[in-house]
């Protein structure tokens, strides 16, 4: 894993590097011209969000009915993961929504929830920290709503009337717009990488935990 | 009364001069294209676009950075830990 971290750390920082450049030479979208352009980094934040969600949510589930403790470590570091793509994820929609729609926010039903499913995993790591003994099954339950959550707040925009843009969109991107359609798979691929590699780094840092913990335990006895 | 009629016209046309003149330019159809909008009504996107970017940078490296020092601390604490446990079994 440790000899895998390296050269990956690396892809991704040239990818990322790469991106705005891509993005630059990405063709412009008719109504919202330049500001579109916030669409790449933005929607690659939700599907790398998407994945930590999803780890956050298995991880919980093996936690509380197996009693892993390797779960429960990945299940928190997925958790933090989640709660920084989705603060990138809500500002920038801000960001694009103010020159867009003309607003900061709007309550309505795709901002809500994506909302509420950060406040999820704020939540979640409010019990870690402050939740004293037993808050890890407490959390692993919260992992387990929020990510049951998560499938609610994608398909918001099918089934209620939103502001947002549907999902159709990005579905029919690879045929209405090719060249928008790669940028957004190259800054995707991108993201996830780095999802991953947050979650490599966070899972080191709780297995240190872990071991500090016995060595606490160890000089005690 | 012709006198009365007159003064009662020309009041109402003297109210309607400026009346009228605060009225904003119609358009046909109840939308105007932006490009045709003053500057003092349009947003530049170029600032929320950079803003958008710099601030994923800056988060980033913020996360990453509390990492390291979270990393660093952990770290210290273990090699503090196992220095105790080694001058304890030399004594």
């Known amino acids: 894993m440790r000899k895998l971290f390296i050269p990956a750390f690396a892809l ?26 916030i669409f790449y980094y933005h929607f690659a934040t939700w599907m790398a969000l998407t994945v930590a969600v999803t780890v956050c949510f298995v991880s919980s589930g093996i936690y ?51 909302f509420l499913l950060e406040l999820i995993f704020i939540g979640y790591l409010l019990v870690r920290k402050y939740g004293g003994p037993g808050s890890e099954k407490l959390a692993a339950a919260m992992g387990i709503f929020g990510g049951a959550t998560a499938p609610f707040v994608y398909k918001s925009v099918d089934w209620w009337r939103t502001i947002h843009p549907k999902t159709s969109v990005m579905t029919s991107l690879g045929e209405t717009s090719p060249g928008m359609w790669y940028v957004a798979l190259l800054c995707t691929a991108i993201f996830l990488l780095m999802s991953g590699l947050l979650l490599a780094l966070r899972m080191r840092l709780e297995t240190l935990r872990a071991g500090l913990d016995r060595l606490y335990l160890a000089a005690e006895d | 009364m012709l006198r009365r009629l007159l003064t009662a016209v020309l009041s109402l046309l003297l109210i309607a001069v400026p ?28 600032p929320f676009l950079v803003g958008a970017y710099v601030f994923f940078l800056l988060l980033m490296m913020f996360y990453l950075w509390t990492i390291w020092q979270r990393l660093g601390k952990v770290e210290s604490e273990m090699r503090e830990l196992e220095r105790r446990a080694l001058k304890g079994q030399g004594r």
């Open chain 2, 19 to 46: 009346v009228l003149a605060q009225q904003p330019p119609t358009s046909p159809d109840g939308f105007v294209p932006v490009d045709t909008l003053p500057p003092s009504e349009q947003l530049a996107a170029g």
């Open chain 1, 64 to 114: 509380l009915f197996k009693g892993s403790a390797w779960a429960d470590r990945m299940g928190f570091a997925a958790a933090e993961v989640t709660v920084i793509f989705g603060m990138f994820g809500l500002v920038s929609g801000s960001l694009w929504g103010r020159k867009a729609w003309g607003v900061w926010w709007q309550w309505d039903a795709r901002l809500t929830m994506a």
């Open chain 1, 12 to 37: 991704t920082a040239l990818l990322f590097a790469y991106s705005p450049l891509a993005i630059a030479n990405a063709p412009y979208e008719s109504t919202m011209l330049l500001v579109q352009k």
